[in-house]
């Protein structure tokens, strides 16, 4: 049965009125299956979206219907990588709270301390990036790095390894605090599990 908004509320719609709404509406086109008018439908929201709301300059990953796969790690790893990606986060060159803060990367004191910088680039963190990220070359929107589980797991042990992103102060010792913060993200069997079932 099919309603409509009247003066009282939701009213049923009238037999007639349905019989005609659904004359005009005989189903899907021949050849097209159920699974490819969902894919088009989605296709046509996200332009849409995009276009009615677009994001911001800084976050250039588009929207999507399914959590982003890095959802699958642990909670607190997770909430980094949504901080960075979206660049709102304890990185330098992230500022949320103070517009005067320092935007060079702590560590080795070489470049604004932006996502890529603390992923891909900064010089002390070289050993650790050698030891976890040796597949991991990029970051951006289509990088490997965002939908393959293995290398999912290494960046989830790099940032628990260097503290990436932590809030300030959070650990005097970070490193000793990786196996704690990021042991969720070694079960890659689960973690595979928790991908292929985005797929349905």
């Given at each position: 049965?099919?309603?409509?908004?009247?003066?009282?509320?939701?009213?049923?719609?009238?037999?007639?009125?349905?019989?005609?709404?659904?004359?005009?509406?005989?189903?899907?086109?021949?050849?097209?299956?159920?699974?490819?008018?969902?894919?088009?439908?989605?296709?046509?929201?996200?332009?849409?979206?995009?276009?009615?709301?677009?994001?911001?300059?800084?976050?250039?990953?588009?929207?999507?219907?399914?959590?982003?796969?890095?959802?699958?790690?642990?909670?607190?790893?997770?909430?980094r990588l949504h901080q960075m990606s979206s660049g709102k986060s304890y990185l330098g060159a992230h500022p949320s709270w103070s517009d005067d803060?320092?935007?060079?990367?702590?560590?080795?004191?070489?470049?604004?301390?932006?996502?890529?910088?603390?992923?891909?680039?900064?010089?002390?963190?070289?050993?650790?990036?050698?030891?976890?990220?040796?597949?991991?070359?990029?970051?951006?929107?289509?990088?490997?790095?965002?939908?393959?589980?293995?290398?999912?797991?290494?960046?989830?042990?790099?940032?628990?390894?260097?503290?990436?992103?932590?809030?300030?102060?959070?650990?005097?010792?970070?490193?000793?605090?990786?196996?704690?913060?990021?042991?969720?993200?070694?079960?890659?069997?689960?973690?595979?599990?928790?991908?292929?079932?985005?797929?349905?």
């Amino acid at each position: 049965m099919l309603f409509i908004l009247g003066p009282g509320g939701f009213e049923p719609l009238p037999v007639t009125s349905q019989h005609l709404l659904c004359a005009q509406y005989p189903g899907p086109p021949p050849g097209r299956s159920y699974r490819q008018l969902k894919l088009q439908c989605r296709s046509l929201l996200i332009k849409e979206w995009e276009e009615a709301a677009p994001g911001p300059a800084r976050y250039p990953y588009r929207p999507s219907f399914r959590p982003h796969p890095f959802m699958c790690l642990n909670k607190f790893t997770a909430g980094r990588l949504h901080q960075m990606s979206s660049g709102k986060s304890y990185l330098g060159a992230h500022p949320s709270w103070s517009d005067d803060a320092p935007t060079t990367c702590p560590n080795c004191e070489e470049a604004p301390e932006t996502f890529e910088h603390a992923i891909l680039r900064c010089s002390a963190k070289g050993p650790a990036r050698a030891r976890h990220l040796q597949g991991v070359s990029d970051i951006g929107p289509d990088a490997p790095a965002w939908s393959s589980v293995p290398l999912l797991g290494a960046l989830s042990r790099y940032i628990g390894s260097t503290a990436t992103a932590f809030p300030p102060g959070m650990f005097s010792r970070p490193t000793s605090s990786a196996a704690s913060i990021s042991s969720q993200s070694s079960n890659l069997v689960s973690f595979g599990y928790c991908m292929s079932s985005q797929e349905s």
